[in-house]
Structure formats: structure tokens, C-alpha cells
């Protein structure tokens, strides 16, 4: 049995469980509802980030609240919720087959362990994929159809600063490729982690929650803006590259402040955080088949 | 005691007739504004403040006497200053509402100018000191600091070309205060790349840059644009 069989089997059992579409469901309500929202009364919202700039600045908020500005707030709350739900499918892989009895069949194939990680991985990845093709339909190009295109405001914290940025709208389709491209490889992370818990648990339930705790320590750890933990843990945590996309985001300036179409502010910073979060995922699988290669299968 | 008397009105005449060079010299300049009815130029606008990059914009500036003004972007969004409605001359001297008072010679580069100082004669207006200045040769304000109650102080600077006839500039550095901005906490959730951040300034001031490419005078200005 070739791999590409055996990866076409898992992604026919992704399909065929329900879960797998309670993950959409969960992303098409909360996008429809943000744009409802943002529909009704995102003036509001604006003004909140405007803070005290809107007293000194005349801008049209109208033209602000755009299909792009839409998306970049969908996914800043998206992006943190997500990995619950890639490990929904993840966490499942291996703990689903030994819950279900089938795991002993499964490693009786003419296959080795090794291609059964690698293409229980492949087929989370893929469902990640698809889980993120689908906020881009609905959180990008369904944001442009309700609230059309037009430049791009970014609120911004660095340090102690604030700031307001605005990105030309012939300059950001290229910036939404870019980042959901990094998403896809942060949230590999996340399925890679889930599938060696999965490993460790006969049944699913452990193992999601087992992810989702991590995921949310670690991200509340990566937030705290306590400067000894920024300085001594946050670089080891991979949960602080997981907003990495953000950083196309972060337009490069000339000396007097005016952006520069095209450019990025910090790609050296973006690369090295791709470059970890692979890492994360070559040493997560790699020993994902290690303990998979030793383990008894017992059910 | 005749000798102090007469230097007394000597002295008071010579700042009588300052006095009325300088409201002569502010008439002058009015009369020039005067000839504005309205106007549409185009430009490009660089906006420098500490917390908003924004890139350069080609901008339209739409004026209609007595004192609606309206910069527009012409392709997205634009950040304009609230103050900028007294980059039109027409609003801090037309009107008539103020005492002009002489304030000497300085220079501006190296133009030498006269500065004028506006004194508002209503004590509720938001002005509440315009100071001018003014090249005699050619009959233009280079420079305007405006002083306001509620708002802060303006300065303006500006270069004149071939539309000095009218004095509308062909560029103009637009000075203003701005306060602190400060997003509220767990918003935005960052992505920290490790670069340090800038420390804060003390002194906050922005400034909006107009370079002016053409000024379509008096050919009339809809309503509708200012709304």
C-alpha cells in the first residue's frame, strides 16, 4: 500500500466525521457574526481605536472599515481560537484508531510506522489547509464583497508605543498570501503537537484538551509583558511566533514616517520565526515516529 | 517736562503710524485673498507624526470662500489635521475681528519680514493670538503661528511660485501639537519581532507637508465636495 493510498484512507476519515465540520461551522458563525457587527456599528469600534487621534485627525471611517480591515480583525481573534480546532482533527489521529479498536489492524498493514505518522501529519496538515482556505473565503474575499476594498489600517503596539499604520489597498492582497502562508505553518505546529499526544492516549478527549491547555499557558505566558519572562522564556515558547503573520503586516517607513509601498518592516524577524516554527515541527514529528516506532499497541 | 512730553508723543506717533502701516500691510494682503472666490489644486501630502505611518498622498484641496475648506485623498484614506482649515490664509485674517498689532522685523530664512500680531477683538473666540510673517516686497505670508484656546498651536510655512498673485503657496509645512496615542491593552495581541520601540517624545508635534502641483482658481467649487 503506497502512501498516497494511505493518505487518500485518512482524509476519508476526516471527512466522515462530524467533528471535522464543526470546525467550519464554528468559523463561518463567528466570521458572519463580526461582520454583522461590523455592518451595524463598526464606527464604534474605530473610535475605540482611534483613541484621542480622532479628535485631532479628520479621516472618512467609512472608507476605513473595509473587507481588508475586516479580515486582519477576524483574524487576530480567529488566529488564537484556531488551534482548538485543528486539534480537534489532530488529536485524533492516533488516540481516534485505538479508541476505535483499529490501531492493531493498522500497524498489521504492509506499512511501516513511520509512513503512518507521516501521513496521519500530512492529513492533519491538509485539513489545516482547508481550514484556513476556508477563512479566506469567508473572512477575506466575503469581507471584500460586503464592505468592498480600499486602504488598510493596522493598530499597532510595540513596547510602550501605539501606533496607526495604513497600508495602500494595491498593496495588501500580496501581505493576506503571505501571512495565511505563515498561519498554515504555525497551525502545522499545533497539528503536529496534537498528533504526539494523540499517541500517548486511547481515546481523543485527552489529547485535545492535552493541546488546548498548552496552547493557552503558553499564550497567556507569551502575553504577560513581564520583562524577565519576555527576556528569558518567551523565545523558547512557540506559541510567541504563532502571531508571526502579523508581521506582513508591519509596513516598512522612510526616515520621515511615510510608508513604503511594498516593503515590511522587520523581515529578518519574520523569517527567524518561520525558520522556529519549522523546527517545532520537523523535532515534534520526528519524535512523534520515534515513540510511535517504540510504542506497544495494545488496542 | 516739554522735552519728555514731546518724546512721549513722538514716540506715541511712530507706533500710530506702525500701527497703521501694519493694518495697511494686513489690508493689502486681504485684498489679495480677496481675489480667491474658491479653488481646487492638487497635490501631494506627506503626513509626519510619531504614531501614524501613512504613506505620501496625492491629495485635492477644495476651498470656497468665506471658510470651507476640504482636503481629500485622492486614491484612500487621509489623515488630516483638524487645525489644517487655517492653512487657508482667508481664515485668520479675513473678517476683520481682531487688532493688528506691529511687532517689528525678523526674518524668515533669509527674507527679511515684517511681523504682525492679530489680537482678537472677541474674548470667547478660539483664537486667541495669530502672529504674521509678512514679505513687503512681494506682498506674502511666509509664515503664520496661530495660538488657539482649545486646540493648540498651528504654524504654518510656505513657499510661493507662480500663483503668489493670489498668495496661494506652491508649498506649505503645516506644524501642529498632537497628544498622546495610546491603544487600549490586549487588543491587538502583536507579534513582538524583538526590535526595540522608540522612546516617547516630550515635545509632540506632526507635521502635514503640502507641495502643490497645480490651482484651478476661481472656476467654482460644488457644495457637495465639502460634505
Known amino acids: 500500500m503506497n502512501m498516497w493510498r494511505l493518505l487518500q484512507i485518512e482524509l476519508f476519515k476526516i471527512t466522515r466525521r462530524p467533528r471535522t465540520y464543526i470546525a467550519f461551522a464554528a468559523i463561518t458563525a463567528i466570521v458572519f457574526i463580526f461582520q454583522f457587527a461590523f455592518k451595524a456599528d463598526g464606527q464604534s469600534y474605530m473610535d475605540l481605536m482611534m483613541q484621542s487621534a480622532k479628535d485631532e485627525f479628520a479621516f472618512d471611517r467609512v472608507e476605513a472599515i473595509n473587507g481588508y480591515f475586516m479580515c486582519y480583525i477576524i483574524l487576530n481573534t480567529l488566529l488564537i481560537q484556531v488551534p482548538i480546532l485543528v486539534a480537534l482533527i489532530a488529536a485524533d489521529s492516533i488516540s481516534g484508531e485505538a479508541n476505535m479498536g483499529t490501531l492493531r489492524l493498522l500497524v498489521s498493514k504492509p506499512v511501516s510506522r513511520t509512513q503512518i505518522i507521516l501521513v496521519k501529519f500530512a492529513a492533519a496538515t491538509i485539513f489545516t489547509i482547508f481550514l484556513l482556505v476556508w477563512m479566506a473565503v469567508t473572512a477575506l474575499f466575503l469581507s471584500i464583497v460586503i464592505f468592498g476594498t480600499g486602504d488598510m489600517l493596522v493598530f499597532r503596539t510595540k513596547g510602550t508605543e501605539s501606533m496607526i499604520m495604513q497600508i495602500t489597498k494595491d498593496d495588501v492582497m500580496w501581505r493576506y498570501y503571505a501571512a495565511f502562508a505563515y498561519a498554515t505553518v504555525a497551525l502545522t505546529v499545533i497539528a503536529a503537537l496534537s498528533l504526539l499526544l494523540s499517541i500517548f492516549a486511547d481515546n481523543s478527549i485527552g489529547p485535545i484538551i492535552a493541546t488546548v491547555c498548552i496552547v493557552i499557558v503558553c499564550t497567556i505566558i507569551s502575553n504577560i509583558n513581564v520583562p524577565i519572562i519576555d527576556r528569558n522564556v518567551k523565545p523558547f515558547l512557540f506559541t510567541s511566533y504563532l502571531v508571526g503573520w502579523k508581521g506582513f503586516f508591519y509596513i516598512g517607513t522612510n526616515e520621515n514616517g511615510n510608508t513604503i509601498k511594498g516593503s515590511l518592516e522587520n523581515w529578518p524577524a519574520i523569517r527567524n520565526s518561520l525558520m522556529i516554527l519549522i523546527a517545532h515541527i520537523v523535532l515534534i514529528v520526528g519524535i512523534s515516529i520515534a515513540v510511535f516506532r517504540k510504542k506497544d499497541i495494545l488496542s | ?227
Not at chain 2, 47 to 63: G, H, R, S
Open chain 2, 1 to 227: 517736562m516739554k522735552m519728555l512730553l514731546t518724546m512721549i508723543c513722538c514716540a506715541a506717533s511712530v507706533v500710530s503710524v506702525a500701527q497703521q502701516d501694519a493694518a495697511a500691510l494686513i489690508k493689502k494682503i486681504q485684498a489679495k485673498l480677496d481675489l480667491v472666490n474658491n479653488y481646487e489644486a492638487s497635490g501631494k501630502m506627506k503626513t509626519n507624526v510619531t504614531f501614524l505611518k501613512v504613506p505620501e498622498a496625492d491629495v485635492k484641496i477644495y476651498y470656497k470662500k468665506p471658510n470651507l475648506l476640504k482636503i481629500k485623498n485622492e486614491k484612500g484614506i487621509s489623515f488630516v489635521p483638524k487645525g489644517a482649515v487655517s492653512i487657508n490664509l482667508s481664515n485668520i485674517i479675513g473678517g476683520n475681528q481682531y487688532t493688528v498689532i506691529d511687532a517689528g522685523m525678523d526674518k524668515v530664512g533669509t527674507v527679511s519680514t515684517r511681523v504682525i500680531k492679530l489680537l482678537p477683538t472677541d474674548d470667547n473666540a478660539d483664537v486667541v493670538l495669530s502672529t504674521l510673517y509678512i514679505d513687503e516686497a512681494k506682498l506674502v505670508v511666509l509664515k503664520a503661528k496661530t495660538t488657539t484656546r482649545e486646540n493648540g498651536s498651528y504654524q504654518l510655512d510656505m513657499t510661493y511660485g507662480k500663483y503668489a498673485v493670489y498668495c496661494l503657496p506652491d508649498k506649505l509645512v503645516f506644524t501642529f501639537n498632537t497628544k498622546d496615542y495610546k491603544l487600549p491593552k490586549g487588543v491587538t495581541f502583536d507579534f513582538d519581532d524583538g526590535a526595540a520601540s522608540k522612546p516617547a517624545e516630550k515635545n509632540k508635534t506632526g507635521k502635514a507637508e503640502i507641495s502643490f502641483s497645480s490651482y484651478t482658481v476661481n472656476k467654482g467649487v460644488d457644495d457637495s465636495v465639502f460634505k
